[in-house]
Structures are given as C-alpha cells and as structure tokens.
C-alpha cells in the first residue's frame, strides 16, 4: 500500500477552472491538480529554481521535480492533442497570506486587488 501524501502548500487558487478547445464537441478530459498548478506557476511563471519553489511548497525537491514534470506533460498533451483541461483538488491547503499572482514578494500581505500594502 502506499504511502499517503503530505499536504502540499499553494499560494494561489485559479479563477478559472477549466479550458477547452472550442472546435471539438466532446473533447476528452485532463486533469490538472491544484499542486500540479502550483508547480507550474512557481516554476515557469514565477521563475524560481526548484529548491525555492519546493519550499514554498513544503515539499522535497524530487516530489516538486515530479510534480513539475507530470504537470508539464498534462498541459502539452492537452494542447498538441486537442483534449480540455480541469483543474480540481489534491492535497493541497492554501497559505494564509498568499503571495499574489503578479510577483509580489513583499511579504508584507496584500490587499484584495493584489496591491501590496506600502
């Protein structure tokens, strides 16, 4: 049997949950975890290297490698084949006082719009 997975740490929770191509009827479904999600948004769009954006997790730098890596291929197969793609769930909990989608790394808490508190 194995193990069960530690909660994961996200900063951020999509507004948007789903995404399909507008062609198909029917697309087939992939689906994206909120970790996976996570992964991609400190890697790619943040820009951190895999040791910060594992801590930000609270996580280890080979489980946010994997995650990483699952996530990119969902994402690449959901675009190159046509297929939509859900984000749900996971073992996630959200931080307190996220970091906000537009790079603010004040630490100094933000306001709803995500303008930092000066």
């Known amino acids: 049997m194995p193990r069960p997975h ?9 507004k948007i949950w789903c995404f399909y191509p ?3 009827e029917n697309p087939q479904e992939i689906v994206l975890t909120l970790d996976e999600l996570e992964a991609i948004r400190l890697a ?3 820009g951190l290297y895999q040791e910060e954006a594992a801590q930000r997790m609270g996580i280890s730098r080979p489980t946010f490698g994997r995650i990483l890596e699952n996530a990119r291929k969902k994402v690449a197969e959901a675009l190159i084949l046509g297929k939509s793609l859900r984000i749900e769930g996971g073992p996630v ?13 004040c630490r100094k808490g933000w ?3 995500g303008s930092c508190r000066t």
Not at 6 to 14: F, H, Q, S, T
Not at 93 to 105: D, N
């Open 111 to 113: 306001r709803g719009q």
């Open 44 to 46: 790619d769009f943040e």
């Open 6 to 14: 530690c909660l994961r740490r996200i900063g951020w929770v999509p």
């Open 22 to 24: 507008e062609t198909l």
């Open 93 to 105: 909990y959200q931080e307190e006082f996220p970091f906000p989608p537009h790079r603010c790394r």
